[in-house]
């Protein structure tokens, strides 16, 4: 095998490697002779068949079969020896074969540069960390957890809707005289303050039970749907007292002792739990962003092109209604920030890298069953959509993700600023 470098910069290198007829006549002659052993051929003992015979043949076959081979071989002991971070797989091209066996062909790789990652570990980060406030708690249990265990119940002595209501109605839906079935309901539970149809809220409010109302529905560029909608009837949200009762109902799991001040006692700690993962996720991000303050990377064409959609896919999510008609203009206006994240992600795979941060099987395995249990799909189910390549490598990626959070949190120190 002999390797010819065609380019080379600080993230690509791009080789052409040539395998010599010498090196595939080799092989070529060891699978002949190794089939004049094992074939059967009519007329001839099992181990007797004449080499020439084989090669007649079977000559082009064994020809493609040890090309292949070789390929396999070469490339990934060339690769094994790059001693880089790979972030995207490699591009095999140019293959080009002669008569005589012989072939070259070229390798397009791409990496992470080579840097010196300095002090990484037992920092003093800056957080300004949450608390667990008193207030605070009293108001995530009213206004959150208790309201979850809230049950529907029909509104008597009143048939106006009013708001926060939730007026149980019939919709039929038209477009141009003929049925969108996509926006029938029956029986519905259409909770007033929440406008899922923008504009439903308002032609229904003030509206009693049995009334029926016309309203024009029109979402982005579809044409507008009619809606006749029919109210039925009016019920409420009753969210559960906090009692010794409710604490049997759904938390005593069969212990008689189990009251109101030991339940209290465990929401907070999982109350606090909540506060010290927000902490860390704090503490994570300004280790990152620290650390990676000082590097002026190269940064590898397809890291930058990940860090544009990610950028791009958190603005988004932030700012819903926005829609980005010049993606170019975009990137352009928030290179510093997107350059930033591509080199945070350089930082990381490093940081993989240096301290062996890996997804084995069994992580993936304990993954695949909590998600099991948290979703209540079937294992077999879940098995079936995680052999797709990509998911299975999205779940890697979690998890390696959730290995390196784990990492910065046990290994650096949050420094509380909250108080300064």
Known sequence: MAIEILNETLTTKEVKISVSKEDFDKKYNEK????????????FRKGKV?????????????????TEALVEETSSSYLEGLDVIMVSQPIMDGFKQEKTGEFFYTVKSEFIPDFDMGEYKNLDIEVEAEKLNEDE????????????????VEIEGRDIVENSD?????????????????YERVDFPLEMGKDIFKGIDESVLGKKIGDEVD??????EEEAVNFHITVKKLERFEVPELNEEFVQQYFAHGRDEYNVEAFLKDLKNE????????????????YIEKITSVYTLEIPKSILEGAKQDFLNRHLHENKEEKIED???????????INKLARQQIFVLKLKNVENVHASQSDVINYIQTFTRQYGIPQDEVMKLFSDRNRYAEVVGLIENQKIEEFIVNNNNLVDISAK
């Open 215 to 220: 309203f024009e529905y029109k979402k982005d």
């Open 32 to 43: 002949l002779k190794h089939l004049s052993k094992t074939v059967k051929v009519e007329g």
């Open 271 to 286: 109350y606090q739990m909540q506060i010290d993962k927000k902490n860390n996720a704090k503490l994570v991000d300004k």
């Open 327 to 337: 993606k170019d203009k975009f990137f352009k206006e928030n290179e510093e920030e």
């Open 50 to 66: 004449p080499v020439a015979l084989i090669k007649k043949r079977f000559g082009q076959s064994v020809k493609a079969e040890v």
């Open 166 to 182: 939730l007026a149980i109605v019939d919709i039929k839906a038209t477009r141009n005289g003929e049925e969108v079935k996509e």
């Open 137 to 152: 708690f009293n108001k995530y249990l009213n206004e959150q957890f208790l309201p979850g265990f809230s049950k529907r």
